[in-house]
């Protein structure tokens, strides 16, 4: 198969997950197996299915992205999500749908806000909060994007990782359905030079296929990829050399702040960094930027960093 044919298959089956993943089945409310420990009243009922990659722990942006998904087919066409705020609560299984729940806590004149519990044989795993804006005037300034080689120029994961052929596997299942350009070393090692506790990551990152024209699709793929690198930043900086196989970044919260729509599916420059690590917690922030030097979305996320000592 030539490397074209190649590409071009993968692109396929990338769009094909994406789109899978986002899209949600509709339950009815008497068919949702619930236990709150009260009554909720809910605007919409949501299943979303698994995948099979990976660990049988359920990847985190996977279950966002879903959830607001959810709480955006609820919410009235034409006003876009301009936050999310989540709280893993507890681990999911992959292998296992997820039932929505999503609960309308406002609808005014120029804003929403919908609360989504994520269910699991029959348990609260997460839960989110989103808030949805009808875009207006007012002031405007962002910070300038950093000055980065185009990712045409920057090495592919498979020649970035051409000596360890485990790790690269390991990324690439990591990534799964997205194309990742990482700019300076590969995930999880720190630059020549770089001091503990001065990390950061910049990585070009899209879905690797084209994407239905469909802005609540990009905005929940654009929650997939927030996730992908992000506590690289934090577990990098406080080793202070490459992150070890043994060691694991848990994400606690997710909060991301979508500035303007954007399209996945084009190269987006993610610029992420961890200011502070500590107590066997760490933060990260990051910035995703188009290509043309928009900021589309601001990200920031806490974890536990579980490490090994060194022997």
Same mark, same amino acid.
């Given at each position: 198969m030539s490397g074209g044919a190649t590409a071009l298959d993968?692109?396929? $089956?990338? *769009?094909?997950?994406?789109? @899978?993943?986002?899209?949600?089945? /509709?339950?009815?409310?008497?068919?949702?197996?619930?236990?709150?420990?009260?009554?909720?009243?809910? $605007?919409? *009922?949501?299943?979303?299915? @698994?995948?099979?990659?990976?660990? /049988?722990?359920?990847?985190?942006?996977?279950?966002?992205?879903?959830?607001?998904t959810a709480a955006a087919h609820t919410v009235r066409p034409g006003r876009p999500v301009h936050s999310l705020h989540a709280y893993f609560t507890r681990p999911g299984d992959s292998r296992r749908p997820v039932t929505y729940l999503v609960e309308t806590l406002r609808d005014g004149p120029s804003m929403s806000t919908r609360r989504v519990v994520a269910i699991q044989r029959d348990t609260p795993i997460f839960f989110l909060t989103a808030s949805f804006h009808d875009p207006g005037t007012g002031l405007a300034h962002e910070r300038p994007a950093p000055k980065v080689p185009p990712p045409e120029e920057v090495p592919t994961l498979a020649r970035l990782l051409a000596d360890a052929p485990d790790r690269l596997a390991a990324v690439e299942q990591m990534l799964f359905a997205f194309d990742a350009r990482y700019i300076g070393p590969p995930p999880g090692e720190q630059a020549d030079g770089e001091r503990a506790g001065e990390a950061y990551r910049r990585a070009w990152v899209r879905v690797a296929g084209k994407l239905p024209d469909d802005v609540s699709l990009h905005a929940g793929a654009l929650v997939l990829i927030s996730d992908l690198p992000l506590l690289l930043s934090a577990m990098v900086a406080g080793h202070g050399t490459a992150w070890g196989p043994g060691d694991l970044g848990v994400s606690i919260d997710h909060t991301v702040w979508f500035h303007r729509p954007c399209r996945a599916d084009e190269w987006l420059l993610y610029d992420c960094d961890s200011p502070w690590a500590a107590t066997g917690r760490g933060l990260a922030t990051g910035r995703l930027y188009a290509r043309n030097g928009d900021l589309v979305a601001t990200v920031a996320q806490e974890g536990l960093l579980l490490t090994r000592p060194a022997r």
């Amino acid at each position: 198969m030539s490397g074209g044919a190649t590409a071009l298959d993968r692109g396929r $089956a990338a *769009v094909e997950e994406v789109v @899978g993943l986002l899209d949600l089945a /509709t339950v009815e409310p008497a068919d949702a197996t619930v236990t709150t420990g009260r009554l909720v009243p809910v $605007a919409g *009922v949501f299943s979303g299915r @698994g995948t099979a990659r990976g660990t /049988t722990r359920r990847y985190g942006g996977l279950i966002a992205a879903q959830a607001l998904t959810a709480a955006a087919h609820t919410v009235r066409p034409g006003r876009p999500v301009h936050s999310l705020h989540a709280y893993f609560t507890r681990p999911g299984d992959s292998r296992r749908p997820v039932t929505y729940l999503v609960e309308t806590l406002r609808d005014g004149p120029s804003m929403s806000t919908r609360r989504v519990v994520a269910i699991q044989r029959d348990t609260p795993i997460f839960f989110l909060t989103a808030s949805f804006h009808d875009p207006g005037t007012g002031l405007a300034h962002e910070r300038p994007a950093p000055k980065v080689p185009p990712p045409e120029e920057v090495p592919t994961l498979a020649r970035l990782l051409a000596d360890a052929p485990d790790r690269l596997a390991a990324v690439e299942q990591m990534l799964f359905a997205f194309d990742a350009r990482y700019i300076g070393p590969p995930p999880g090692e720190q630059a020549d030079g770089e001091r503990a506790g001065e990390a950061y990551r910049r990585a070009w990152v899209r879905v690797a296929g084209k994407l239905p024209d469909d802005v609540s699709l990009h905005a929940g793929a654009l929650v997939l990829i927030s996730d992908l690198p992000l506590l690289l930043s934090a577990m990098v900086a406080g080793h202070g050399t490459a992150w070890g196989p043994g060691d694991l970044g848990v994400s606690i919260d997710h909060t991301v702040w979508f500035h303007r729509p954007c399209r996945a599916d084009e190269w987006l420059l993610y610029d992420c960094d961890s200011p502070w690590a500590a107590t066997g917690r760490g933060l990260a922030t990051g910035r995703l930027y188009a290509r043309n030097g928009d900021l589309v979305a601001t990200v920031a996320q806490e974890g536990l960093l579980l490490t090994r000592p060194a022997r």
